[in-house]
Structures are given as structure tokens and as C-alpha cells.
């Protein structure tokens, strides 16, 4: 028997005997192959020959976990294949299991074709996650009616890019310059802050300074999901062990600050610190949009 065959052997006997139930997480690739002393493609084939049964399906932000019975998923014919098959079994790796999990060779075993089948549409892994980002980014759904006012505008771009890097939180990890859906969000940034009174440099470095924001915060996505698959410990939990496990008499102000919190503590709920920092830095926005207005007797101010 092959080896990815008694790897699958292994969690299908734990999930036929009940042992791992709908919705547990399964080992990852990575863990798959330090256990088993395997490379990592041949771990990846494993789950992928468990996901055509039916049994584990991957689920983003949680890794691979059982699947509901009765679902099943059929390999993809060599022939069949296309572009878009391969992109979208990338999407489902590194949703799962983050960029570092994915390879060419692994998206070969997710659709259960031949190594190589996957370069006659795809030139290699870089050309690929390009490929995934624009997919990602263009997943938008904007509204049918542009909202009044340039800050509820650059809050709609703001809340969708945070959206994409929601579903994909890999995305933060990569450099996507150019691609033609991200050139889109760019594009409705700028258009909501035409006609203020800002020059072209200002509108060009608001724009980059709302996307390195999303993208800085996003960086916590899949760090909070690797460590939760890693340690067993939310993000919350880990720190609590450790602050507790940590000499603070040297930090009075801030253990002062901890003391004084309620009983539930403090949370760092990444989707309410993402609406916090966004209204404290469109009034940024806003400081410099007042100091680019026309003075009442004379001429217009620009930001410096």
C-alpha cells in the first residue's frame, strides 16, 4: 500500500469508527507529513483521495475538517481540466492551510490528476497566487447605489477590501500590484475623493495608506488561524497563558490599565478594531480635506 493510501486509511478508520465527527479538524498537511515522514505532496494527496469520498472537506480559516456524510466530490479528468479548476483548488489549500501549504504538486493531488497537468495552464506557484488574488479581489459585490458623501464611500471600499482578506486571509501576504480587479478598488477609492480639493500625490498616498492599512490588520487573519490550528488556543487564550506566566512589577501603567478592565477582559475583536482604526483614520482624512478647502477671501490651501 502506498504511503498517502495508509495515511488516508488512518482518519478514514478514525472517522468511519466515530472518533473524529463532522467538523473536527483533521492534521494538516504539514502535520501529516512530520508524523508520517512524508513529503508534504504526498500528504496533500491523502486528504485530497479523502476529500473525493466525501469524508473531510477544507474549510477556510479552519483547515481540513469531516465532512457531513453523504457528499462526495469527482476528481477532474486530466483532460477536463482547465485554469480555473486549478485556481480554485489553489483557493481551497491556502484558505485552509494558509500560502505555505500550497504547491503545484498539492493542487495536482486535491483534483486528482497527474503532476504536471496542473503547468499546462499555469506556469508555476508565483503565476498561480497571482491568479488567486485577482479571483479573491474580485469576489466584490458593490452596491447598486453609490452612497452620498466621500467618507461613506471610502468606507464601502475600506469594509469590502477587509471583506476579501476575511475570506482569504492569505492575501495579506502577498504584493498584488496591477491586478485588474484590485485596480478596481483603487479606482473607486480615487473617485471618492476627487473634487475635494486634494492634489493628485495626496489622492495617490490616501489611496495606498487605506489598502496597507486593511492589508496590516488582515496580517492577523491567518496568524490567529495558524496559531488556533497549531497550539489548540485562540489567539485570547495563548496570551492569557502567557501574560500569566510573566513578570509585569516592571510595567505599572500598563498592568494598572489590565486591573482595571472589566471581568470579561479585553478583547482585541479584530472586526471591531478594523471599524475603530477605519473612523479614526477617514478623520484623518477628513483634517486633510479642511485644510485643502478654498479660504473664504482667498485661495484654495493645499495639504502639506
Known amino acids: 500500500m502506498a504511503s498517502y493510501q495508509q495515511i488516508a486509511e488512518d482518519i478514514r478508520r478514525r472517522i468511519l469508527s466515530g ?17 508520517w515522514g ?13 476529500g473525493h469520498e466525501g469524508l473531510v472537506e477544507a474549510r477556510p480559516r479552519s483547515g481540513t475538517v469531516v465532512a457531513e456524510r453523504g457528499r462526495s466530490r469527482r476528481p477532474v479528468a486530466d483532460r477536463e481540466l482547465t485554469r480555473d479548476h486549478v485556481v ?3 483557493m481551497e489549500i491556502a484558505d485552509a492551510e494558509g500560502l505555505a501549504a500550497l504547491s503545484m504538486r498539492g493542487v495536482a493531488a486535491r483534483l486528482g490528476v497527474s503532476t504536471m497537468s496542473p503547468y499546462r495552464h499555469v506556469g508555476s506557484k508565483d503565476e498561480m497566487v497571482l491568479l ?4 479573491a479581489y474580485g469576489e466584490a459585490v458593490w452596491p447598486e447605489e453609490w452612497p452620498e ?6 468606507a464601502v471600499v475600506a469594509r469590502l477590501l477587509w471583506l476579501a482578506h476575511r475570506r482569504h486571509p492569505w492575501l495579506a501576504h502577498i504584493t498584488p500590484l496591477g491586478l485588474p480587479n484590485l485596480l478596481t478598488y483603487g479606482e473607486r477609492l480615487l473617485s471618492a475623493l476627487d473634487g475635494l480639493g486634494l492634489d493628485a500625490v495626496t489622492m ?15 496580517v492577523n487573519l491567518e496568524r490567529e488561524a495558524q496559531a ?6 485562540s489567539d485570547e487564550e495563548w496570551t492569557d497563558l502567557q501574560m500569566s506566566a510573566t513578570d509585569l512589577s516592571h510595567l505599572p501603567t500598563f498592568t494598572g490599565i489590565m486591573a482595571a478592565l472589566p471581568p470579561e477582559g479585553y478583547d482585541l475583536d479584530l472586526d471591531r478594531f478594523f471599524e475603530f482604526s477605519l473612523a479614526i483614520l477617514l478623520d484623518g482624512v477628513a483634517h486633510l480635506i ?10 484654495r490651501r493645499t495639504p502639506r
Open 290 to 299: 479642511a485644510r485643502a478647502a478654498p479660504e473664504p477671501d482667498g485661495p
Open 228 to 233: 488556533q490550528a497549531v497550539t489548540g488556543k
Open 88 to 90: 480554485a483548488a489553489a
Open 132 to 135: 488567486m488574488a485577482d479571483v
Open 204 to 218: 495617490l498616498d490616501l489611496q495606498v495608506l487605506i489598502y496597507s492599512h486593511v492589508q496590516g490588520l488582515a
Open 149 to 154: 458623501g466621500w467618507r461613506e464611500r471610502c
Open 38 to 50: 512524508v513529503a508534504a505532496a504526498t500528504a496533500a494527496k491523502a486528504l485530497a483521495a479523502l
Open 19 to 35: 472518533e473524529l465527527a463532522p467538523g473536527d479538524q483533521v492534521p494538516s498537511t504539514r502535520q501529516l507529513a512530520i508524523r
